[in-house]
């Protein structure tokens, strides 16, 4: 339909702005589609980020913070 629009353009005003705002549509909703991944990406980086400092900041995972909490509950009950 597209191709037989375009051969066409030349010979129909209508058709040739019809073409236009079709093509401009065309780029518009590619553009959103990459803001849409663009931030998905970033909402996913975000997630990353977030598990990575939860893992760190674990008791189980993070020896000196671990050592700290020993430390501070042997003052406590000496």
């Avoid at 590619?30 to 849409?36: C, K, T, Y």
């Avoid at 674990?58 to 003052?75: A, D």
């Amino acid at each position: 339909m597209l191709q037989d629009a375009e051969e066409k353009e030349w010979k129909s005003e209508p058709i040739k702005v019809w073409l236009g705002d079709l093509k401009d549509a065309a780029y518009d909703a590619g553009d959103l589609l990459d803001e849409f991944a663009n931030e998905a990406r970033w909402r996913q980086q975000q997630r990353v980020l977030k598990n990575r400092v939860r893992y760190f900041l674990s008791s189980n995972h993070n020896q000196p913070v671990l050592r700290e909490r020993y430390v501070y509950k042997k003052l406590l009950f000496v």
